[in-house]
């Protein structure tokens, strides 16, 4: 692909068809369809980078639903990457998990186009704030930009959902503010950064595989320690509520019913990770399935170690905030639009 | 011209003595106070002295307080700094030490995933193959 070609945001997604949190995919469908509708309204050139990590047997891909629910942003906009399921047998150090997230992610991560890397999750709706913002193309190279999530009551009319429906404040869920130097809380629902620094830091921990809770946050003690700054977007993202949300469930299950969902707490903010070369599946052989659909065919050689340990290392420490932004690339001219009033 | 008449033989008048006696008594009273003010004064000078001999014993007593912990301050000083160094030692052992936990949580997980699909495989044929969807 070339400097022309690379739209200026690759959205990273993960799921499979398996209901998770109910109605997963027409959450799916509302969000990607909303945020798509955001950006392209603003001018700001985008893939939707689908990661169906562990299909579920018997069952149609959820590429396919979406592909037959959103035929013109299929064509346009969405990428998919199908991950043979054996590879989630094959990495998973807490055989209890169905769904190593994070390793999803970063398959995405490694395969996105775009000059900035969004990690996020399938039920996250942009602000109006948030469009514009990345209308604005004024990013900088070497920052972690987080937005703080708004929690959109339990059991909101949701079959027309727009900005004035997620912007009232009645709406929504009491939550706190996320404050520097991580900016951490629900980091896993938007996570920006340019591709090239993503890459830097080699994606999100892949060699503790136990857990999805906090990997998200490990990343954030990983991208600091590593040197990058994190900064607040200034605008915020939207979830709604639903059954099964981790903000929901958590004080609600059993421990082992928590554990078996997320993983076990652990120590997540003091312990980081050296990911090795080969990040992302990045050897596992493929099949193009079409145009824009990816089977990663599964290879043993291209599976992390099950255990390696000397890639668990300590952070370092920072007390002021780590130097190293630098000036945004050129844009692309479709990236210059100026934002929608 | 009686008074000066007087005055010839050596006399005063009555009134004259009256008033000379009045001012003598009233000399006499204000030596009185004098003296009693005197003593209340010789007092105070004699409490003031006491406090200022008091005080400094009590200065004394607090320069000699001053100089042992003078020393014993040398004594905390190195205690404290023997104690930030024990708290780097604990941080830094604390750190290593959840690194190893990790690193144990991380060999648990890959016994328990390698005994599962142990069992897999004695239990059944071969599980871990590539599972392509036909599509």
Aim: proline share 5%; glycine share 6%; with cysteine.
């Amino acid at each position: 692909m070339t400097t022309e070609d690379r739209p200026a945001l690759s959205i990273v997604v993960t799921g499979r068809n398996d209901d998770y949190g109910r109605d997963f995919t027409a959450r799916f469908i509302r969000t990607l369809a909303f945020n798509h509708h955001a950006l392209t309204e603003r001018g700001v050139t985008h893939e939707v980078v689908l990661v169906e990590w562990n299909p579920v047997a018997g069952k149609p891909f959820l590429t396919d639903i979406i592909r037959d629910a959103l035929p013109h942003i299929a064509q346009t906009t969405l990428r998919s990457l199908i991950v043979d399921a054996a590879y989630q047998s094959a990495c998973t150090q807490n055989p209890k998990l169905n769904f190593l997230e994070y390793l999803a992610k970063n398959v995405g991560v490694r395969r996105s186009h775009g000059d900035f890397v969004l990690a996020t999750n399938t039920d996250i709706f942009f602000s109006r704030g948030l469009a514009q913002r990345l209308a604005r193309s004024d990013l900088k190279v070497g920052t972690v930009y987080r937005a703080k999530r708004v929690d959109v009551k339990l059991g909101v009319d949701e079959s027309r959902i727009g900005w004035d429906v997620l912007e009232e404040s009645s709406n929504h869920v009491p939550r706190g503010e996320i404050s520097p130097p991580l900016y951490q809380g629900a980091a896993g629902d938007f996570m920006l950064l340019d591709r090239e620094s993503f890459h830097a830091v080699k994606g999100f921990n892949e060699v503790y595989r136990l857990a999805r809770l906090a990997v998200d946050h490990n990343f954030l003690v990983k991208a600091y320690s590593h040197g990058l700054p994190i900064a607040d977007i200034g605008s915020p993202v939207y979830h709604v509520s639903h059954i099964g949300s981790y903000q929901l469930s958590k004080n609600s299950l059993s421990v082992g019913q928590a554990e078996a969902l997320w993983g076990a707490r652990w120590h997540n903010k003091e312990v980081i990770y050296d990911n090795p070369e080969t990040w992302g599946l990045s050897e596992a052989p493929v099949r193009q399935r079409d145009d824009r659909t990816t089977y990663l065919k599964f290879d043993w050689n291209a599976v992390p170690k099950l255990a390696d340990l000397r890639r668990v290392v300590l952070p370092i420490s920072r007390t002021a905030t780590p130097a190293g932004h630098r000036v945004a690339p050129p844009q692309t001219p479709s990236d210059t639009t100026p934002p929608s009033p | 011209m009686p008074g000066s008449w007087l005055q010839a033989f050596g006399l005063a008048r009555a009134s004259h003595l009256r008033s000379l006696a009045d001012q003598v008594e009233s000399a006499k009273a204000r030596t009185g106070d004098l003296k009693g003010q005197l003593e209340k004064a010789r007092g105070e000078v004699n409490h003031w002295k006491t406090r200022a001999e008091e005080t400094a014993t009590r200065l004394a007593a607090a320069e000699q307080e001053s100089e042992r912990w003078k020393g014993k301050h040398v004594g905390l000083r190195a205690k404290f700094e023997q104690l930030a160094t024990a708290e780097q030692h604990y941080t830094l052992a604390r750190e290593h030490m959840l690194c190893l936990e990790t690193k144990l949580d991380i060999v648990e997980g890959a016994i328990d995933a390698l005994d599962r699909r142990t069992r897999a495989v004695l239990s059944t044929p071969p599980a871990l193959e590539a599972s392509e969807h036909d599509d």
